[in-house]
């Protein structure tokens, strides 16, 4: 029993296929019940008032929006590497969603700085480098949709995603030195002197399990489906070859 | 490899190479730029370091598909991909021959353009230098994505997509350095993270780019 | 509803465009999901039938 068991696509399909309801209500009860913790049950902050509550879906659609980009960036290895169909097609089914969160993460913010910054946009370190994460999720897709062979687009864009991954935290860097930030620091992290109080981190919490698991439900379906794509493409290529 | 240098660097030059096109669009662009911001000296002279940059990016940029498509229409990519010489050093070359035709005239060119936007006397030196240390980056990771692209109909618009993510550490760090030495600051640490982009990209970038082209010529 | 003060807007709005875009996430992937199945399942069949 190994995790590359997986890698044979009937495998794949046929386990995700038990474990799919159970994600997608996992997900759904995570965020409804997170969500409604923080937009109902929380108090508002002596500072931003009412507007704390966009924490709820600002962290996790944030963190799944690098998380994407990371997983990205695994799966790719492995199709390199190894050279798995699914592994590839999983990257490939990653990165809508990925540029979902993104968008989602821009958005919230655009919405939460405007009364609080007193603007929808500023060339801060971390708004930028999403901005540029952004990019960097058109381009592998448009890269993908561009080519028709199916083993050559996983080829190329998972080189590009090695090489993005590398330039994505070089820009990250380079904007840090660029501008000096508005955007406050971890809202989570084991230095308890920047965490937001625990009335808000418990739903924050519950919040972000729950996007993740609806990422991972969203990622297998899509691959799922992706597999079913590539297995069409194949059966109507031998009808063609036969007839 | 000096052949496949002196090849492409022929081949550049001669009618139809597409040599000089991009020093014309980089004049045309800063040109353009005090029509669409206006006229006022200051202005410009605070804005210039970045706009030549940029101009100098864009005008790289438009220059990149030509570098292997050419090749690739005529087969003679796979001529040189069977060849003896490594595929790595073939990207190397096609890099260098494209910095020397497209990159050196735009250092070249920069501080006469930077007359043009009143760029502060302080700034035409780290102007220069901060193109001659970047223009080279920009050529290697320019040969990264039109490898990526080359097999494609029309990739032109999609290279440009997925090369100016890329671009944008080199940007940040040259226009920095330009900017910082127009203004009369220290520039040392933009300029040795820059020296540092162009040096990595240059010795790594080439094994990516040949990868990508192994796999287009598959 | 809580009393969301004079950010309500701001607060509905952000759940607002976050909630439709991750609404329409889901209904597009499981639209695709279902017509890449039903495309497959109708090959697989004639594939059957003929071969």
Redesign the interface.
Known sequence: MSIWEYANPKKFLATTEKVMPALWAGSAVLITVGLVWGFFFTPDDYRQGSTVKIIFLHVPSALMAINAWFMMLVTSLVWVIRRHHVSALAARAAAPVGVVMTVIALITGAIWGQPMWGTWWAWDPRLTSFL?LF??Y??YI??WE??DNPD?AA??TS??C???SV??V??R???N??NQGLHQGASLSLDKKENVADAFSNPLYVCMAGFVLLFIALVFYRTGTEIRARRIKALMARERLEA | MIALLLRDLKLALRAGGGFGLGLAFFLIVTVMVPFSVGPQSELLARIAPGVLWLGALLACLLSLDRLLALDWEDGSLDLLATAPLPLESTVTIKALAHWITTGLPLVMAAPVLGVLLNLPAAGFQWLVISLLLGTPALSVIGT?GAA??V??KR?GL?MS??V???Y??TL??GS?VARRGAEGMAVQ??LL?LAG?SAASIAL?PF?SA??LR??L? | MPDLGKYADTVLSAYAASLLLLVALVVLTIWRGRKVRREMETLESRVKRNG
């Open positions: 540029v990019l960097f058109l381009g448009a890269l561009a080519i050559t080829d190329l080189i590009l090695l090489v993005g330039f994505a070089l820009s860097y380079a904007v030195f660029w | 990264f990526l692209t097999g494609l990739g999609l997509l997925l100016m993510p890329l944008v550490p940040i760090f920095e640490t933009p993270l982009i970038l990516a990868a990508v796999v287009n598959r």
